[in-house]
């Protein structure tokens, strides 16, 4: 097999190291469809874990900070603390995605699917939030390295 056909294995941390941006639209029940957009920038810290901070600018809204710290706990699992989030985010890789998985305010569980596209230097990103099995929001949007 020749070196042009083996696709290399994306580093989830090492992904978000420097500087990225987000880019999707937002659709909530009951309310109007909005951009989201953000830029992130990401250290490796000396134990090895992502501090990620990133500046959420969402449509019609107050500019927002959203911070994650990510630890890999296994192979191909990681965990993470994230300011939106209550508890634990769990993250799993599933195939060739990732997958995330935690809980919001108002006992909302989200699960968020990114997809790494060739090249390397973006994913696709897709959330679901459900609110008693029923899905409330949905979110869709590319993040690529800056």
Same mark, same amino acid.
Not at 55 to 61: A, M
Not at 96 to 109: A, C, H, K, V
């Given at each position: 097999?020749?070196?042009?056909?083996?696709?290399?294995?994306?580093?989830?941390?090492?992904?978000?190291?420097?500087?990225? /941006?987000?880019?999707? =639209?937002?659709?909530? =029940?009951? !309310?109007?469809?909005? *951009? @989201? !957009?953000?830029?992130?920038?990401? &250290?490796? /810290?000396?134990?090895?874990? +992502?501090?990620?901070?990133? *500046?959420?600018?969402? /449509? $019609?809204?107050?500019?927002?900070?959203?911070?994650? &710290?990510?630890?890999?706990?296994?192979?191909?699992?990681?965990?993470?603390? =994230?300011? /939106?989030?209550?508890?634990?985010?769990?993250?799993? #890789?599933?195939?060739?995605?990732?997958?995330?998985?935690?809980? =919001?305010? $108002?006992?909302?569980?989200?699960?968020?699917?990114?997809?790494?596209?060739?090249?390397?230097?973006?994913?696709?990103?897709?959330?679901?939030?459900? &609110?008693? $099995?029923?899905?409330?929001? @949905?979110?869709?949007?590319?993040? &690529? #390295? +800056?």
């Amino acid at each position: 097999m020749s070196s042009a056909t083996v696709q290399p294995q994306l580093d989830p941390l090492r992904f978000f190291e420097g500087r990225t /941006e987000t880019q999707g =639209m937002v659709k909530v =029940m009951f !309310h109007k469809p909005y *951009r @989201t !957009h953000s830029i992130g920038v990401g &250290r490796i /810290e000396p134990d090895g874990s +992502l501090t990620l901070i990133q *500046r959420v600018e969402d /449509e $019609g809204k107050p500019v927002q900070e959203r911070r994650w &710290r990510v630890r890999q706990i296994g192979v191909d699992r990681y965990s993470a603390a =994230m300011s /939106e989030a209550v508890g634990p985010v769990d993250i799993d #890789k599933v195939g060739d995605r990732y997958r995330f998985r935690f809980t =919001m305010q $108002g006992n909302l569980s989200a699960e968020q699917l990114m997809t790494p596209l060739p090249g390397g230097r973006s994913a696709t990103n897709t959330v679901k939030v459900k &609110r008693f $099995g029923l899905t409330v929001a @949905t979110s869709d949007g590319v993040v &690529r #390295k +800056l």
